[in-house]
């Protein structure tokens, strides 16, 4: 070819692969984020409680029955919109472990306080390091983990009514 054909093509071939990038951007699900950790166990870890400094947890907490992990904190206003539907998931008899992520202790129990608590176990990880092992990207986000402590999907972003009865609840439930 020569160099005219060239310089012709260079731009068209820059505009494709930028046409493919945009659509797979623009069709992709940003609530879907692959994870390594699906399929597989609850890292290793001990956590402090939330409420309790001496009191230190293990991933033993999460086994015995399906549960759900999330990670919340108070200085994100998405966790704060999900928070009610969680406290409704709760009161319908759905296991939930909280994971306070990133976050000051006393700003989180003062938020429990006022907003109600929607957590059997509410683990304490102010610098982030579960969240770093279950590759967490922010708040919120939730782990399906059954009861052998095998995480089996995630989900990020807010959990709400649409998405639990869409998609949620029928993971959940296989976890049975």
């Known amino acids: 070819m020569n160099r005219k054909t060239w310089l012709f093509l260079i731009p068209f071939i820059v505009f494709l692969l930028g046409a493919v990038f945009l659509f797979k ?3 992709s699900d940003p609530t879907k984020l ?12 001990t956590l402090q409680d939330i409420y309790d400094l001496g009191k230190q947890h293990d ?3 999460l086994t ?3 549960m759900l992990l999330n ?7 998405t966790c704060y919109g999900e928070h009610t539907y969680l406290k409704e998931l709760a009161g319908q008899g759905i ?15 003062k938020w429990l306080a ?29 782990f399906f983990i059954d009861s052998k402590g095998i995480i089996r999907y995630r989900h990020v972003g807010d959990i709400n009514p ?13 976890m049975k």
């Open 64 to 66: 015995g029955r399906p």
């Open 34 to 45: 692959e994870s390594v950790m699906v399929g597989k166990e609850v890292p290793v870890f």
């Open 114 to 142: 006022e907003l109600g608590n929607p957590y059997q176990i509410n683990l304490y990880d102010p610098d982030g390091m579960l969240g770093l092992d279950l590759g967490v990207y922010g708040a919120p986000e939730t």
């Open 162 to 174: 649409e998405n639990w009865a869409s998609t949620l609840k029928p993971i959940f439930d296989a």
């Open 71 to 77: 990670v919340w904190a108070t200085w994100c206003p």
């Open 59 to 61: 991933r033993s907490i």
């Open 95 to 109: 296991y939930i472990v909280g994971m306070n992520y990133k976050d000051e202790r006393n700003k989180a129990i």
């Open 25 to 27: 951007g623009l069709y």
